[in-house]
């Protein structure tokens, strides 16, 4: 199953991927539509930490915690791309699903989807609809950094724990000088964005 990894590494906290996510499930499907709207949906947040910036969204684990815990049946798994997905019109915004996942990648509140005056759960759909089509998640289009791809997992898994495993047996790590100074520049422009001196 292909699954959106993330390189934090590479993110530099442009918060694209969180404006074509507000797009994508806005009903106007343009920026212009979700300006000032306080229902829009934004199923990817970045978050920063120190001078580290790191997209969270959901991963649609397998099994799923929240499809388990969900006592209103409001979560499935899509049978086509494999995403966990929510049904707005049945979740009853009891916070299970929240509490159980280890993420943090459901939120709540009052979005499009729901039934008039209702806040519901909501979380990353892995843009199913956009698979059907052959398109690629919105974040992942949208992340100029390479902080975001969309591939298969375990190949992914197996080519990190080889270069894992050669650095511990070895002691080679690569390219540590151009990790330093991608850290470092990252670390001056957060500062400069907090007003720090650099």
Do not use: W
Request: proline share 6%.
């Amino acid at each position: 199953m292909k699954k959106i990894l993330v390189d934090y590494r590479k993110c530099v906290a442009c918060k694209s991927c969180e404006t074509a996510c507000a797009v994508a499930h806005h009903p106007s499907g343009n920026l212009f539509g979700l300006i000032g709207d306080a229902r829009t949906q934004v199923n990817v947040r970045v978050l920063g930490v120190e001078h580290e910036a790191f997209p969270v969204s959901c991963r649609h684990c397998d099994p799923a915690a929240c499809l388990s815990a969900c006592p209103a049946g409001a979560i499935a798994r899509d049978p086509d791309s494999g995403a966990v997905v929510q049904h707005p019109e049945r979740c009853q915004a009891c916070a299970m699903c929240a509490m159980v996942c280890p993420f943090d990648a459901i939120s709540f509140k009052h979005t499009h989807r729901a039934l008039p005056g209702r806040e519901v759960a909501f979380k990353c759909d892995l843009c199913h609809q956009r698979l059907a089509r052959g398109e690629a998640p919105a974040c992942v289009a949208a992340c100029h950094s390479g902080a975001l791809v969309f591939r298969e997992l375990e190949p992914a898994r197996e080519q990190r724990a080889k270069a894992g495993l050669k650095v511990y047996l070895l002691g080679e790590a690569g390219e540590p000088a151009l990790f330093a100074l991608h850290r470092e520049l990252r670390r001056r422009t957060f500062a400069r964005r907090r007003g720090e001196p650099t």
